[in-house]
């Protein structure tokens, strides 16, 4: 039997709908961003973002550049 037998994967919450989605970006946020726009050829947008508009921006750019889910 493994680890995960059994084990539910907790379902994704959107970000729009996070309670924290408004506070600003967190640190290892920005760092992962950075490096996902890097490999993307893309520049990141002006202004502080928050963790909601980082978080899918994050999932845009692993879509573009093939990093993160498979």
Known sequence: ????????????KDPADWTTGD??????QASYL??????????LPDGELTKAQAS???????ARTGRGRS
């Open 56 to 62: 899918e921006l994050i999932d845009e750019l692993q």
């Open 23 to 28: 506070e600003p970006m967190t640190g290892p």
């Open 34 to 43: 950075q490096t996902l726009a890097q490999e993307a050829g893309e520049e």
């Open 1 to 12: 039997m493994s680890a995960t037998d059994g084990v539910q994967p907790v379902p994704e």
